[in-house]
């Protein structure tokens, strides 16, 4: 029902900065939450960031001062801008998209979607 696509992946030198982008199709963008998660070689996926249809966000420690996540929902866009890259934030980044449903303080994914992923490799 919704079509993730990233971009904005690619090479780059340490202390860089890159902004990835998520473009979100054939639904209602403002209904989702979007999050960013990246996958190295031989670790688990890991979430790096979210946000609401109304600004409010979350950050995974590893990346917090230095990733910024946004969106635009007139453009059905979400973003992820990366600044101070180091080596260890080589991965395949994922755009993701799901409607949260809530029970006192915890929450499941109705609906989950996810983008095919983009590259980044940082890298002198």
């Known amino acids: 029902q919704v079509q993730l696509v990233e971009s904005g992946g690619g090479l780059v030198q340490p202390g860089g900065s890159r902004r990835l982008s998520c473009a979100a199709s054939?639904?209602?963008?403002?209904?989702?939450?979007v999050g960013w998660y990246r996958q190295a070689p031989g670790k688990q996926r890991e979430l790096l960031a979210a946000i609401t249809s109304g600004g409010y966000t979350n950050y995974a420690e590893s990346v917090k001062g230095r990733f910024t996540i946004s969106r635009d929902n007139d453009k059905n866009t979400g973003y992820l801008q990366m600044n101070s890259l180091k080596p260890e934030d080589t991965a395949v980044y994922y755009c993701n998209a799901f409607t949260p449903r809530y029970y006192s303080g915890s929450y499941y994914k109705e609906k989950d979607y996810w983008g095919q992923g983009t590259q980044v490799t940082v890298s002198s």
């Open positions: 054939g639904s209602d963008f403002s209904d989702y939450v």
